[in-house]
Structure formats: C-alpha cells, structure tokens
C-alpha cells in the first residue's frame, strides 16, 4: 500500500519528529512511504481569517501535489479536515472540484488510516504510566475521528488510560483564534490543564501537533511535571527521544 506524508507546517517546522515517528510507524505497519516535496501550507490559516481566494490558491497546490497519491496520511486531524472543505472552496469550477473532491476522499488523519484502512488496533508499542487524551475539537467534530485513537492506546503495553475532565472543552488554540484573542484563548487552555492536572496522568497525548504546542507551552510555564506526546510518537515506542 502507498501512502503519502501530508507532514503539516508545524510538524515539519516545529516538531519533526512527529514526522519520522509518523513514517516509520506506517512503514512497520506495511506501507510504502514517499514525500512529495511540493507541499505547503493546507490554507486553513487564511481561510480561518477570511482570506479564500489566498485558500485557494494554498489549496489548488497541495490539490497538484497529491494528485496521483494512492493515500494521503497527516498526523493532525485539524490539517486533514482542512482537505475535507477543498471541494466546498471549487463549488463553482468544476474541474477543481473534481480534482479537490479526489484528494479530500483518499485522505486520512493518522490513527483514522491505521484503525480504519489498515485495520489495525495494534502495533506493538508500550509505555508504562498513566495517560490522558486530548482529543482536538476540529479533529473529532469535523472530521468524526473519535474512537480510533483510544482503540490504538489501549492495547499499548504498560499504559493505563484515564479520562481527562471536560476533555470536550477546546485547548483555545484554533489557529489565529490563539494571536487574534489571546486572553480568551489563555483562560481556555488554562482550563485544560487544570483538567489535566486533576486527571493525576503522566502524560498527556493527542493528535494534532498544534493542540499539543499550546498545552504544552502553559503547561511548561505552570511547572507541572506532565510530558506531552503526540500520538505517533507513543504507537512507535519514540517516547524517551520525544521528552529528552
């Protein structure tokens, strides 16, 4: 099976070894991996903030790139549902629409292409403590990625899940949301690690690198002794590169 990386901004500029963990993982699953080197940014920041015809034009690249992707696999829920809206933004091209409607229906967030295409649960990983899950809000109400993420960290090895508090709450990332409205977005993530820290967990995973970004900056500037992990790092035993 061919997959491609949909590696994300974040990942490739913050946070590449989400990315090794993310191939390597789908490579021990069977996959053969490429990366196409053309993509950029999916748009979703511009569109966020109004801009559509700047989404467009972000979008019709990535639409190019992957155009003869057999699947297209991103570690964050939040980018991918980013490739579900392409065909919304060429309602009125067709050619365009065709084109973004073909990626949006071969491409997968992470645990989604393992769980629901592979038909895996389990991939061999372990991590002994206690964890807690946060699941990202365009990642579970947009894209409908809910369970397969749990199905795949309860058969890691040694790892005790526990429910995170009001985990339905957002983290008040949101993209610009963050920059744009900084007290409201501070006062939301503080909410969220306040639910963390009464969870009693080790470590707190999830699945989109940005959700992660901004809990882990305040959870660093409160001084709680919580690792934070994305999920791909956990499901390819990377864990003690991740928190070094």
Not at 40 to 55: D, H, L, R
Not at 81 to 105: G, I, R
Not at 198 to 222: F, H, P, T, V, W
């Given at each position: 099976?061919?997959?491609?990386?949909?590696?994300?901004?974040?990942?490739?500029?913050?946070?590449?070894?989400?990315?090794?963990?993310?191939?390597?993982l789908?490579?021990?699953?069977?996959?053969?991996?490429?990366?196409?080197?053309?993509?950029?940014?999916?748009?979703?920041?511009?569109?966020?903030?109004?801009?559509?015809?700047?989404?467009?034009?972000?979008?019709?690249?990535?639409?190019?790139?992957?155009?003869?992707?057999?699947?297209?696999?991103?570690?964050?829920g939040s980018?991918?549902?980013?490739?579900?809206?392409?065909?919304?933004?060429?309602?009125?091209?067709?050619?365009?629409?065709?084109?973004?409607?073909?990626?949006?229906e071969?491409?997968?967030?992470?645990?989604?292409?393992?769980?629901?295409?592979?038909?895996?649960?389990?991939?061999?990983?372990?991590?002994?403590?206690?964890?807690?899950?946060?699941?990202?809000?365009?990642?579970?109400?947009?894209?409908?990625?809910?369970?397969?993420?749990k199905?795949?960290?309860?058969?890691?090895?040694g790892?005790e899940?526990?429910?995170?508090?009001?985990?339905?709450?957002?983290?008040?990332?949101?993209?610009?949301?963050?920059?744009?409205?900084?007290?409201?977005?501070?006062e939301?993530?503080?909410?969220?690690?306040?639910?963390?820290?009464?969870?009693?967990?080790?470590?707190?995973?999830?699945?989109?690198?940005?959700?992660?970004?901004?809990?882990?900056?305040?959870?660093?500037?409160?001084?709680?002794?919580?690792?934070?992990?994305?999920?791909?790092?956990?499901?390819?035993?990377?864990?003690?590169?991740?928190?070094?």
């Amino acid at each position: 099976m061919k997959v491609s990386l949909f590696s994300t901004c974040l990942v490739e500029g913050l946070n590449t070894r989400v990315g090794i963990a993310t191939v390597e993982l789908l490579e021990k699953l069977g996959c053969e991996v490429d990366y196409p080197a053309s993509q950029v940014c999916c748009g979703q920041p511009a569109f966020n903030s109004g801009y559509v015809e700047e989404a467009k034009q972000a979008a019709k690249l990535m639409i190019d790139t992957f155009e003869d992707s057999e699947y297209v696999v991103g570690p964050s829920g939040s980018c991918v549902t980013m490739f579900k809206h392409y065909p919304s933004l060429f309602e009125n091209d067709s050619m365009w629409y065709k084109k973004a409607l073909n990626l949006s229906e071969k491409s997968y967030e992470l645990t989604q292409f393992i769980v629901d295409v592979l038909n895996v649960t389990k991939v061999g990983a372990h991590l002994k403590g206690k964890a807690t899950v946060h699941p990202s809000c365009h990642m579970t109400r947009l894209l409908g990625v809910v369970n397969q993420p749990k199905a795949l960290l309860e058969n890691v090895e040694g790892l005790e899940l526990v429910e995170l508090p009001h985990y339905y709450n957002c983290c008040g990332f949101g993209g610009t949301f963050a920059v744009k409205m900084g007290d409201v977005s501070t006062e939301m993530v503080d909410e969220k690690v306040d639910s963390i820290a009464q969870s009693g967990a080790d470590y707190l995973i999830g699945s989109d690198a940005s959700c992660l970004m901004n809990i882990e900056g305040r959870i660093k500037r409160r001084g709680l002794n919580v690792k934070v992990l994305h999920i791909a790092e956990v499901l390819n035993n990377q864990v003690e590169k991740a928190v070094q």
